[in-house]
């Protein structure tokens, strides 16, 4: 199983916890070492051609921003999903069901906000039902967190947000699925990631002109 969460900063409102990524590290870093291997192939006239190095640099950043990047932490009384092209930022205090299946999936306010930062293999999630527990973020008898090594490290992912949830509802001394939870979606913030997505606009018109010329 994966390390707990990392913590860094103070008690209160810069609290820091990070979540270890629980897939797609080793396929997303082998993937960008043959693209980039392709592109400097393409450079140097080794045999890559030109229109090859142009996908290769398209399925590069996509490697990067789907596979290496996404991140997932909770500061404060926020929950932090840095995805592919976007950081979402979701008061904790809202958050009314969290599941993590092949991705984590909260629920705000009636809206879903995903990240692929945690989730479960296919097979993981095939054995485990989540008919129960998945939106309710609250104790069934029989299906509490196991402190064995044996946890599955999603596990602990969905129940270390969904206890911080219901604290910081509590430090605002907001009901769970009162109109007063509902409006916190109002506090939910998107921010593109303009780096991701100019680098994939470049390379892709950069293939295209490629293929063109």
């Not at 707990?4 to 990070?18: D, F, I, K, N, Q």
Request: glycine content about 8%; hydrophobic content about 45%; some cysteine.
């Amino acid at each position: 199983m994966s390390t707990p969460p990392s913590s860094a900063g103070t008690s209160g409102e810069h609290a820091v916890e990070r979540f270890a990524p629980t897939s797609g590290r080793v396929t997303g870093t082998i993937g960008i070492a043959i693209c980039l291997l392709l592109v400097v192939l393409a450079v140097l006239g080794a045999g890559a051609s030109a229109p090859v190095a142009g996908i290769a640099a398209v399925l590069g950043v996509l490697a990067w921003a789907t596979m290496l990047k996404p991140r997932l932490r909770i500061v404060g009384d926020r929950l932090v999903l840095v995805n592919s092209f976007e950081t979402v930022t979701v008061p904790l205090a809202g958050i009314t069901s969290v599941l993590v299946q092949q991705v984590l999936v909260v629920v705000v306010g009636g809206r879903k906000f995903t990240s692929p930062a945690a989730g479960r293999s296919w097979r993981q999630a095939a054995k485990k039902p989540r008919s129960t527990r998945d939106l309710a973020m609250s104790p069934v008898p029989g299906e509490g967190l196991q402190t064995d090594a044996k946890v599955v490290y999603a596990d602990f992912v969905e129940q270390r947000i969904g206890e911080r949830a219901n604290e910081e509802r509590g430090n605002r001394d907001i009901a769970r699925r009162s109109p007063e939870q509902e409006a916190l979606l109002t506090e939910v913030t998107r921010t593109p990631a303009w780096l991701e997505i100019g680098l994939l606009a470049v390379t892709v018109v950069v293939s295209v002109v490629a293929f063109l010329v």
